[in-house]
């Protein structure tokens, strides 16, 4: 599982995913498919021919291109990824959203909610920035068993880019009506926890935020280069499924969001292996 799988159309936020999953692409040595979904076979064609223009500095031989015909691109795509054996499928976000924001079209929403692998969205606009080396992954984390697959994935990321680790666990605003005892107990708990995963990292960062966990998570990813998240903590296992946190996170967000599907302990690994850094 080390294909990146771009799902692309004619527009603009197509290039936007490009830009995105190229950054990923050179960390590791695994294929990468540029997808179209479109009943028009030649409007396909043009369409990877065009964003295949767009990866440069991807060794051609790694570079496939996959036109399905149909109208549902979230079927096509999931049913891609699932014969790829895809480890990451990466779209961009719509054009309605606003600029250097995340905000998913039908698509990606319709993904978001069972994809076979992760999902990495891209911000309105990301083909224009700047395209160095990630400088700061960040991680949600509240000590679920998702969080910790997210965690152990964005370690391997920020080792990958030789980035800083920023981990992430959000205190929330007191809920009417729960006992300052309980409260009190919740918010050790998370500490705790946070305390723990960063104990013996020294290349990552416990950062605590405060208030509600999606629009705090929102408002520090303008100081992240990538966010990674887990899917929510039920639901069918080696699928993403958004939750209460990452589904608004995934419309407000000021970078890259990648969501992580439950179930897998290690969602990216063979991606990051081997590793080529671009310096």
Known sequence: MSTILIGVDAT???EDAVALARRLARLGAGDVVLATVTPDRDEGHATVRRMRGLLAGIEPERIRTAIVQGRSAARGLHDLAL????????????????LGRVRPG???????????CAVAVAPHGYRTRLDGVLTRVGVAYDG???????????????RATAARLQVLTVIPLEVYGTLAY?????DTALREALARAVEDVPDADGIVLDGRPWAALSAYSEQLDVLLVGSRGYGPLRAVITGGTSGPLLHHAHCPVVVLPRGVEAPLAELLAPVAVAR
């Not at 039908?106 to 076979?116: D, H, K, N, Q, S």
């Not at 309980?182 to 919740?186: K, N, S």
């Open 182 to 186: 309980a409260q009190a107990e919740l």
């Open 83 to 98: 014969a790829e054996g895809a480890a990451l499928i990466v779209v961009g976000s719509t054009h309605t959203g606003r």
């Open 106 to 116: 039908a698509t990606g929403e319709r993904l978001l909610l069972g994809a076979p």
């Open 12 to 14: 603009a936020r197509s």
């Open 144 to 158: 679920s068993v998702e969080a910790t697959a997210a965690f152990t994935t964005g370690l391997a990321l920020a």
